[in-house]
């Protein structure tokens, strides 16, 4: 089975008014995008196009019953060749189609995804940023397109691509509030997934832990909160002197890319991993005893960033003045050489297009 690709090109590239030296995150666009249909058969009408707006009915069935789910991958400009470099795809291809299957949505065969990104990547090659730091940031998704109303799966579905270019999504340690009120994702549930409903439903807690002046919630178990989960785009890692801890997966986390890339990446570096239960007692127990050294979280967006500290019931510990991040610096510039094609790619991580 093979998917034809029409392109149509833009005839008037943004280009020129990409500041690789500015870039922000999420506010530039490339200039082309991809689509493709699902007609409640197969995939059809698979097509590269200008970046531009879409035509919805008021009743597309995503917007109301919430059947939309999205992924976020990145790629890198080769430090030797400039050339774009496509970091485990294939990885975010399985997630999408992992929620996919929880949402009642079609899948996306592997051919249609990595055809579809690879020449959307070629085409906006120039888009990726060759500054420190910077890349480029894909949002793959797929959301219901019936204009129907009633609560029952869609029969249609778009498929698209999209991409910007982007420099840190965070440029200092963050501050994280211990979550005891509210919860993201409860067993049973759709936490495991990439569906937009879970983001939504995540924006007010993170306002009042805003307000409160964190940078970002942690998530804890559901049930007893007392257990650290993640917070709202990143997987946590805890160091202490001789081991390096981070939550088990379970259906109520999202098995971050990153994590696993970072948990592979540590071990290669001699350190001990153990994915268990990390409850919040346990992080402020050993902070008190000098044995937490640092915390850290990781996500395609974020990258690698240190906690400063934490806010738990009521009171903040600071983590940072323990002031140790040889771990975290390590693993980072480890995923890093990689990521950018500086080193060898033990693991055949590396896409090229
Ligand atoms: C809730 C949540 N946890 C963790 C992650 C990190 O996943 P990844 O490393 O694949 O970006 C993300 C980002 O996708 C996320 O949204």
Redesign the pocket.
Known sequence: MGFEITIEKTQNSRIGQFDPKNIGFGKIFTDHMFLAHWNGNEWTNARIVPYGPLSLSPATSAIHYGQSIFE?MKAFADKKTGQPILFRPRENWKRLNRSAERMVMPVVPEELFMDGLKSLIQLDAEWVPKTEGGSLYIRPYMFATDDFIGVKPSETYTFAIFCCPVGPYYTKALKIKVEEEFSRAAPGGVGFT?CAGNYGAAMYPTLRAQQEGYDQVLWTDPLTHTLVE?T????LFAVFHNEVITPKMGNTL?A????DSVIQGLRELGHSVIERELSVRELKDRLEAGELKEIFI????ATLIRIQGFGHAGHYHEVLEQGDSSVSDGVKNWLDGIRLGETEDIFNWNERV
């Open positions: 976020g990439k993640e709202g785009t990143t997987n999202l971050g890319i990153t994590r990781t996500g395609t967006a």
